[in-house]
Structure formats: C-alpha cells, structure tokens
C-alpha cells in the first residue's frame, strides 16, 4: 500500500505516517530558514548621512517579519500535515491530464519568456487566448473577457490606484 494512504486502523491507533504533505512543509522550513539567513546579504544597507541613517526603520524589516512569518506557517503546515488522510491523485492521472499539465506549465513557461519583450498585455493576451480555448471554453464573449479585458483592467488597476507601473 503507497506511504500516502492512511487505512482505518492506522488512523484509529493514532499512527501517523509520512506523506507528501510532511515532505513538502519540511522543504519550505528549510529553503524560507535559508532565506531568512541570506536576507542581510541581498538587501542593500541605506546611506548614512553624518554617521546616521536617513531612514526611521532598517530595509530588511519587512522581509525578516514576512519570511519568519511563513516559518511558522511551514511549521504549523507539518503539524497538520500528519494528521491528513490523503490519496495520492497523482498517481492515478490519466494521459489526458499529463498532457494538459505539460502545456500549462509549457504556456507559463512561453508566458515568462515573452513578458519581458512584449509587456503586460499583450504576453497577457498572446498567453490567456489559447489556455483558454484549450481547456474547452468556446464562448467567444468569455475569451473575450478572460484573455482581453482582465489583463487590461489589471493593467489600469496596477497603474492608476497602485501606481504600480508593469512593463
């Protein structure tokens, strides 16, 4: 019987076995501790002026208190990641979910690529069309909708009330 399949009488007695879960919070508890201990060194230090910092509160600030944050959600995650009974859905994928896993991660991939060069919308657009109707959707008001209008109102939203300016 696979590791990742708790039977009755395991879950009675109280055993807990390892699953995916457990392995997955154990590598973010190790890969967000050795961010938080490399966030010093990828942060620059603010200018001094006469021998004092211009500035109220140290720029590593919001880093440290995000990634200690996300320690400790790693942690509560592999406190409850024992306690889940899980079937591992993985292995039982047929061919036709591979296969529409492959090109998503292969359009995200595109997706990437192309942000740089293109920018926002029109990556956005060249990128939501084809997913779309790859995954059934034949509407073409909902293509329309998805693919053309939400990238531009995220633009705008992003520029005018963030003013957070995407390439």
């Keep these: ?7 009755s009488a395991e879950a009675d007695t109280g055993k807990k076995n390892w699953n995916f879960n457990t392995t997955i919070a154990l590598i973010f508890i190790v890969f ?17 002026f006469l021998g004092r910092s211009l500035m109220g509160l140290e720029p590593t600030l919001f880093p440290t208190i995000s990634v200690i944050l996300i320690i400790c959600l790693s942690f509560w995650y592999l406190f409850v990641s024992k306690t889940i009974q899980e079937v591992n859905e993985l292995i039982r994928m047929d061919k036709e979910q591979i296969v529409k896993t492959v090109v998503t991660i292969a359009a995200f991939c595109a997706y990437t690529q192309m942000f740089d060069s293109l920018g926002f919308i029109f990556s956005t657009i060249l990128f939501a069309c084809p997913l779309t109707i790859y995954f059934g959707t034949r509407n073409p008001i909902t293509i329309a909708l998805v693919s053309i209008v939400c990238p531009v109102l995220i633009y705008l939203i992003f520029s005018t009330l963030m003013h957070v300016y995407l390439p």
Aim: without cysteine.
């Design 1 to 7: 019987m696979s590791d990742s399949v708790r039977t």
């Design 32 to 48: 967000w501790g050795g961010v938080y201990f490399i966030i010093p060194y990828q942060i620059a230090k603010p200018k001094l």
